[in-house]
């Protein structure tokens, strides 16, 4: 666990093969979502033409990061083999990367063979893993041997049963010391950049998630960037009554929380609309 009296200075550049992500202004990541199911429909791509035209357009509205994913983890969700995961993303980043170039690619996956050939076959340059570490036990490993950015997710559960009654003695204390433990292993071993996202949904309820939102300064003590994920989650629509597809408000109001809190990367189906957010924060911080 981390000693509050100890309060570490968050590292300002992430290293992505070879290019200088600069955290002094929060970036942003967009969600490419190789599924059939996902819960957005609004993020499904699955032809060429159609995971290409989204992952050019996020770049032109401003996208730092592609985040590509075929593994759909809502909750209830469909597992699938690790072959038919890779089959859904490695193509799909092999295309981004040879037409987008310029492209900084992260492999949404908690599966070190997939994560793996990602990063060294197909043009990956950081890895995204929801389960942060748990599910695969080789996780941890092919992350020290690539020396990539590691986004470390917390998850109680899995996506089955992530949902079903997720209890918590202080749900930022108990993932502040879940966070500790696989920070100490993994820079025991000189992993370099390490990103935690403390998973919004993912094993929370409601009040939770809001409970993470409004307390979100706490996670500077890990004196890491931090990655928010409330994109049209049912945080969100749950509370509005209403549906994902019409959650767009209500994620811009809440990344603009998220920024005012510390958030360094907001990961978003909406890449304009967090652009201009984080311009408008931006702004207000030099006042």
Request: net charge negative; with cysteine.
């Amino acid at each position: 666990m981390f000693k509050k009296s100890v309060l570490l200075k968050k590292p300002r550049y992430i290293n992505a093969g070879g290019s200088l992500l600069d955290l002094e202004i929060p970036k942003v990541m967009g969600i490419l979502n190789i599924t059939p199911d996902s819960f957005y429909k609004g993020s499904r791509y699955n032809s060429d033409e159609d995971i290409l035209g989204a992952a050019v357009r996020m770049m032109e509205e401003g996208a730092d990061i592609l985040d590509v994913g075929g593994y759909s983890s809502r909750p209830g969700a469909v597992d699938i083999s690790q072959d038919e995961e890779g089959k859904r993303v490695l193509k799909a980043i092999k295309l981004i990367s040879r037409e987008l170039p310029e492209a900084i690619i992260s492999i949404d996956t908690f599966r070190a063979d997939v994560a793996r050939e990602a990063i060294t076959g197909c043009g990956a340059h950081m890895i995204n893993d929801i389960s942060g570490g748990d599910a695969d036990s080789e996780m941890f490993s092919v992350v020290e041997k690539l020396n990539v950015p590691y986004i470390m997710m917390h998850m109680k559960g899995d996506p089955r049963i992530m949902q079903d009654n997720p209890v918590y003695d202080d749900v930022v204390a108990d993932i502040l010391k879940w966070f500790g433990d696989r920070i100490f292993r993994l820079q025991s071993v000189g992993v370099k950049d390490i990103i935690i996202d403390p998973g919004f949904g993912f094993g929370k309820t409601v009040d939770h998630n809001f409970e993470l939102l409004r307390r979100l300064g706490d996670f500077s003590i890990a004196g890491l960037p931090v990655l928010i994920g409330v994109s049209r989650k049912s945080m969100i629509w749950k509370t509005l009554r209403i549906t994902a597809d019409e959650a767009l408000n209500g994620t811009t109001a809440l990344n603009a929380i998220a920024l005012v809190n510390g958030a360094d990367i907001l990961r978003v189906h909406d890449v304009k609309e967090a652009v201009q957010t984080v311009k408008l924060i931006e702004k207000l911080k030099t006042l």
